[in-house]
């Protein structure tokens, strides 16, 4: 999964006739590239919990930072607000903890 820093790669410009060489430099050139989308990466979403009852049906989580056996879940709030890209989800507690979307 792109984190939206991942940059296609340039894909060098064919000979005119086959050339194996080039064939297998395509090939690695496509195979990181596709490697690097399939990375999972860090979750930036996350599922609202209301104590241990979901709220809301996002499954991103990130490993808990005190026991990596376990998987934190939690979303930003509205006091999060400053610190997130517009069109990230987020919970707005003085709302009665409605999902919102910045804008």
Known sequence: MSTGTTKAPDIPI???EYDQRW???VLKVLSLYFATIDNAGPSVVATQRNGTNIK???SFSQPDPT???LRVLSIPSQA?????RTGD???DSTAG???K???
């Open 101 to 103: 979307i910045k804008t």
């Open 23 to 25: 064939m297998d430099n």
């Open 67 to 69: 026991n990596k056996s």
């Open 80 to 84: 999060d607000i400053a610190n997130i």
């Open 56 to 58: 809301a049906g996002l």
């Open 97 to 99: 903890n409605v999902l």
């Open 14 to 16: 064919a000979p005119t």
């Open 89 to 91: 989800v987020y919970y």
